[in-house]
């Protein structure tokens, strides 16, 4: 959602704001501001657009400072406008907020009866007056009587007009990450800000206040004690990223997941068997387990759709599949011997993060499958396994999703063995086929050039659909929400056997549908129903696996995979539905990497 910087230090802060912003965009991008101390006082500069906008319009004065604090805005209250864009200013407090306050309202009745009203419709302009309400020249006690009152998701950094050179921050389940260079302090909403000057950074503890100011961080809780904050290491750098000479981040993160599988998968192999232990998973937490809930969002959700499957497949154990934002409206039957997974890239979406702390509530085991080191949704799990997929910046998920994959075939072999349901000798096999996949997809990458014709074929299509049985069932839902996302085609993924069942209604010529029948034991029943809706007149598109013996009558396209195990497909597919989206979306001249209403970390409810 947005993006948050703060800065202080001895080099130009303006740069370390914009050129932070610039890299936060893809968080949130309807508009941006930065303020920032000069000689003469604090200065705001604001913008409707991207970044870009706002360092233009910065370019024009050349005030110099050295403390700042900037945003970019993913509008939750309050249309997209000058006014309603961060930094906010009230009395002697100017602020930027992540995070949504929910008693805005109330908390705005009372400073009306005070005489005070908001200039913008936000809710983080109330924050600002309250905490100006209580400031007396001391920012912590502000700030802590302010924070009392505030309901609701917050990452704040805030600076008062009368104590220049410092930045306060405090959060309440949004993240922030800071740390403290020979050039400064710096803190943001995530790493990919903060990674030109540190790979060394820590995680601001919930509801703890950081005092940044040039030499050094201090942070202390509610009660003033002083804490050392856990220092956390990322092993990727800048260039990680940065496009690297792709036409978009989505296209660079397609051809990252090779690497990215390879880092997920490797380190948890040893003697040919998976194993946790340097993730600090001990069998005992697969041991008592007699029933799985997955719980996340979107993509992530996705992913779960195969871990059930091959969960369930190899070991008999039955697993349900949450989306996170249900979860916890169902009264969900939970107790000491489910293991609930959470899912999750960025370890910070709300409702993921909201099932993950129910479900510990409830008594459940839990274990995180995530890729943003010290996130919310890992530190609060029990366990925590980490994808190595590096950055992701395209708000769309492509090698987050295959490495989700890949852990989670990895748990799905791993509990299997520790229940008995397979050999150590079946373990292994499996092992050597989940090997092969960084260079399976690998193969895969080179179909670009048989999907990018298609894509451009689909360029004026309204609306399609993605069929599919088992896994390939899982990623129809996968492929449907790529498509969505980047392209805007409405798409919807079906269970091919349930098309007949009223839907298969909407079928007709010009419908198209992208049939999945990568799965040899449901191949006839595909072919089945990729002739009722050929016969409908749809224009279909199929992917099959290497040996399927296809009548050329029955499609208009077939992409055929590389040989693998039916199980291992969808590692294959997966390439497949990336592309086709990604090249629908370039060939209907999109933003592929940001498109509109959607951010790449959800916070909110
Ligand atoms: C789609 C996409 C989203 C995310 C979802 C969960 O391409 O990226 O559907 O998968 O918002 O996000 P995380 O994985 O960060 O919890």
């Given at each position: 959602?947005?993006?948050?910087?703060?800065?202080?230090?001895?080099?130009?802060?303006?740069?370390?704001?914009?050129?932070?912003?610039?890299?936060?965009?893809y968080?949130?991008?309807?508009?941006?501001?930065?303020?920032?101390?000069?000689?003469?006082?604090l200065?705001?500069?604001?913008?409707?657009?991207?970044?870009?906008?706002?360092?233009?319009?910065?370019?024009?004065?050349?005030?110099?400072?050295?403390?700042?604090?900037?945003?970019?805005?993913w509008?939750t209250?309050g249309?997209?406008?000058?006014?309603?864009?961060?930094?906010?200013?009230f009395?002697?407090?100017?602020?930027?907020?992540?995070g949504?306050?929910?008693?805005?309202?109330?908390?705005?009745?009372?400073l009306?009866?005070?005489?005070?009203?908001?200039?913008?419709?936000?809710?983080s302009?109330?924050?600002?007056m309250?905490?100006?309400?209580?400031?007396?020249?001391?920012?912590v006690?502000?700030?802590?009587?302010a924070?009392?009152?505030?309901?609701?998701?917050?990452?704040?950094?805030?600076?008062?007009?009368?104590?220049?050179?410092s930045?306060?921050?405090?959060?309440?389940?949004?993240?922030?990450v800071?740390?403290n260079?020979?050039?400064?302090?710096?803190?943001?909403?995530d790493?990919?800000?903060?990674?030109?000057?540190?790979?060394?950074?820590?995680?601001?503890?919930?509801?703890?206040?950081?005092?940044?100011t040039?030499?050094?961080?201090?942070?202390?809780?509610l009660d003033?004690?002083?804490?050392?904050?856990?220092?956390?290491?990322?092993?990727?750098?800048?260039?990680?990223?940065?496009?690297?000479?792709?036409?978009?981040?989505?296209?660079?993160?397609?051809?990252?997941?090779?690497?990215?599988?390879?880092?997920?998968?490797?380190?948890?192999?040893?003697?040919?068997?998976?194993?946790?232990?340097?993730?600090?998973?001990?069998d005992?937490?697969?041991?008592?387990?007699?029933?799985?809930?997955?719980?996340?969002?979107?993509?992530?959700?996705?992913?779960?759709?195969?871990?059930?499957?091959?969960i369930?497949?190899?070991?008999?154990?039955?697993?349900?599949?949450?989306?996170?934002s249900?979860?916890?409206?169902?009264?969900?039957?939970?107790?000491?011997?489910?293991?609930?997974?959470?899912?999750?890239?960025?370890?910070?979406?709300?409702?993921?993060?909201?099932?993950?702390?129910?479900?510990?509530?409830?008594?459940?085991?839990?274990?995180s499958?995530v890729?943003?080191?010290?996130?919310?949704?890992?530190?609060?799990?029990d366990?925590?396994?980490?994808?190595?997929?590096?950055?992701e910046?395209?708000?769309?998920?492509?090698?987050?999703?295959?490495?989700?994959?890949?852990?989670?075939?990895?748990?799905?072999?791993?509990?299997?063995?520790?229940?008995?349901k397979?050999?150590?000798?079946?373990?292994?096999?499996?092992?050597?086929?989940?090997?092969?996949?960084?260079?399976?997809?690998?193969k895969?990458?080179?179909?670009?050039?048989?999907?990018?014709?298609?894509?451009?074929?689909?360029?004026?299509t309204?609306?399609?659909?993605?069929?599919g049985?088992?896994?390939?069932?899982?990623?129809?839902?996968?492929?449907?929400?790529?498509?969505?996302?980047?392209?805007?085609?409405?798409?919807?993924?079906?269970?091919?056997?349930?098309?007949?069942h009223?839907?298969?209604?909407?079928?007709?010529d010009?419908?198209?549908?992208?049939?999945?029948?990568?799965?040899?034991?449901?191949?006839?029943?595909m072919?089945s129903?990729?002739?009722?809706?050929?016969?409908?007149?749809a224009?279909?598109?199929?992917?099959?696996?290497?040996?399927?013996?296809?009548?050329?009558?029955?499609?208009?396209?077939?992409?055929?995979?590389?040989?693998?195990?039916?199980?291992?497909?969808?590692?294959?597919?997966?390439?497949?539905?990336?592309?086709?989206?990604?090249?629908?979306?370039?060939?209907?001249?999109?933003?592929?990497?940001?498109?509109?209403?959607?951010?790449?970390?959800v916070?909110?409810?």
């Open positions: 959602m947005c993006g948050i910087i703060g800065f202080t230090g001895n080099i130009n802060a303006k740069e370390v704001l914009l050129q932070g912003l610039k890299a936060l965009e968080r949130g991008y309807d508009s941006a501001g930065i303020s920032f101390f000069t000689e003469t006082g200065k705001t500069i604001k913008a409707v657009g991207k970044v870009a906008g706002l360092a233009e319009k910065a370019a024009m004065s050349d005030d110099c400072t050295k403390c700042g604090i900037g945003h970019t805005r509008a209250h249309g997209v406008s000058e006014v309603n864009c961060h930094p906010h200013h009395g002697k407090v100017t602020l930027i907020h992540n949504i306050i929910e008693n805005y309202k109330e908390l705005q009745e009372e009306a009866s005070e005489g005070k009203e908001p200039v913008s419709q936000t809710d302009e109330i924050a600002a309250v905490i100006d309400s209580y400031y007396k020249a001391d920012p006690s502000a700030i802590k009587k924070v009392k009152k505030l309901r609701g998701a917050y990452a704040f950094c805030i600076m008062f007009e009368d104590h220049p050179g930045i306060y921050a405090i959060r309440n389940g949004s993240p922030l800071a740390t260079t020979g050039a400064g302090s710096i803190i943001a909403s790493m990919v800000a903060l990674i030109k000057y540190s790979k060394d950074y820590f995680v601001l503890p919930e509801h703890h206040i950081a005092h940044l040039e030499g050094s961080i201090n942070i202390t809780d003033h004690n002083e804490i050392e904050p856990d220092m956390l290491h990322v092993n990727w750098d800048m260039a990680a990223a940065r496009k690297g000479g792709y036409e978009y981040f989505m296209l660079k993160e397609i051809h990252e997941q090779p690497e990215a599988l390879r880092n997920t998968i490797s380190p948890r192999i040893k003697d040919g068997m998976p194993d946790f232990s340097e993730d600090g998973i001990d005992s937490l697969f041991a008592d387990i007699n029933r799985i809930i997955i719980a996340a969002c979107g993509t992530a959700m996705h992913a779960g759709l195969i871990g059930k499957n091959m369930e497949k190899l070991s008999r154990v039955p697993v349900s599949v949450d989306i996170a249900e979860f916890r409206y169902q009264d969900p039957v939970i107790d000491e011997k489910t293991l609930v997974i959470t899912i999750s890239q960025s370890g910070e979406t709300a409702d993921t993060l909201a099932a993950l702390r129910l479900a510990k509530e409830r008594g459940a085991k839990t274990l499958i890729n943003v080191k010290g996130s919310s949704i890992a530190r609060e799990s366990y925590v396994l980490y994808t190595h997929a590096g950055p910046i395209a708000v769309a998920s492509t090698k987050a999703y295959t490495v989700q994959l890949a852990a989670m075939y990895l748990v799905s072999f791993r509990f299997a063995y520790i229940k008995e397979i050999s150590g000798k079946k373990t292994k096999e499996l092992i050597k086929e989940l090997e092969k996949m960084p260079g399976f997809v690998e895969m990458l080179s179909c670009d050039k048989a999907i990018e014709p298609i894509s451009n074929k689909l360029l004026k309204e609306s399609l659909f993605f069929i049985r088992g896994l390939d069932y899982a990623l129809s839902c996968e492929g449907s929400i790529k498509l969505k996302e980047i392209s805007y085609i409405h798409s919807e993924a079906y269970a091919a056997g349930e098309l007949k009223g839907t298969i209604s909407l079928i007709t010009n419908v198209p549908v992208i049939a999945l029948a990568t799965q040899e034991d449901v191949f006839a029943k072919i129903n990729i002739r009722e809706v050929r016969s409908r007149g224009k279909v598109i199929m992917i099959a696996g290497a040996d399927a013996q296809v009548d050329a009558s029955l499609c208009d396209h077939l992409i055929t995979l590389p040989p693998v195990n039916d199980v291992f497909a969808p590692f294959g597919a997966a390439i497949v539905l990336q592309y086709i989206a990604y090249y629908t979306a370039v060939a209907r001249g999109l933003n592929v990497d940001q498109p509109r209403n959607l951010a790449k970390s916070t909110v409810e």
